[in-house]
């Protein structure tokens, strides 16, 4: 049975910093491209960040230089770390296993910055 369990979210000042953490299971993680997604209401969810086997990076461009996604292969965990947060990082952020398919997802953990 896949898992991916995400935790860190919460309520931030803006300017402020978060770590997102995502604890994978039921996956070859060392071979799996992970990813971060965000969602807020009445929008698609959109592409954070994505890091492949090979630990080479991608980024949106509304994150770039602020966040950064890393992963730890013997805790089969990935990470985002979120620096100089902005209002409109706020929503629901989801890991995902984008490769190999099928694509898995986790429940989402809020992240709120307050202005």
């Known amino acids: 049975q896949v898992q991916l369990v995400e935790s860190g979210g919460g309520l931030v000042q803006a300017g402020g910093s978060l770590r997102l953490s995502c604890a994978a299971s039921g996956i070859t993680f060392r071979i799996s491209t992970l990813a971060w997604y965000r969602q807020v209401p009445g929008k698609q969810r959109e592409l954070v960040a994505r890091i492949d086997s090979g630990r080479t990076t991608n980024y949106a461009d509304s994150v770039k230089g602020r966040f950064t996604i890393s992963r730890d292969n013997a805790k089969n965990t990935v990470y985002l770390q979120m620096n100089s947060l902005k209002p409109e990082d706020t929503a629901v952020y989801y890991c995902?296993?984008?490769?190999?398919?099928?694509?898995?997802w986790g429940q989402g953990t809020q992240v709120t910055v307050s202005s």
């Open positions: 995902s296993r984008t490769w190999p398919g099928p694509q898995y």
